[in-house]
């Protein structure tokens, strides 16, 4: 049940849930649960989206990435 590919395999998900508690959660005191919400939304889209690099898409961004595959679509002219 646990192959690459089959789609109960969690290992994606857990993986980047214990990035954002180490690198946020874990780090934070939040005082309601809108702050939390707030500040985890603006961690994903401010920062794990846009600056920081993953290694296993050539230490590009997210963004960075998407935008090179998109390019990779368009023809040349």
């Known amino acids: 049940m646990s192959r690459k590919g089959n789609c109960y395999d969690n290992a994606c998900i857990e993986s980047f849930h214990s ?4 690198e946020l959660v874990y780090l934070s005191r939040f005082e309601t649960r809108k702050q939390a ?3 985890i939304f603006k961690y ?3 920062f794990y989206n846009k ?3 993953h290694s296993s898409i050539d ?3 997210p963004c960075e990435y998407e935008q090179l595959f998109y390019e990779s ?5």
């Open 51 to 53: 600056r920081r690099v």
């Open 59 to 61: 230490y590009c961004t």
């Open 73 to 77: 679509l368009s023809p040349v002219a």
């Open 37 to 39: 919400q707030q500040s």
């Open 19 to 22: 990035i954002i508690k180490r």
């Open 44 to 46: 994903i889209e401010c």
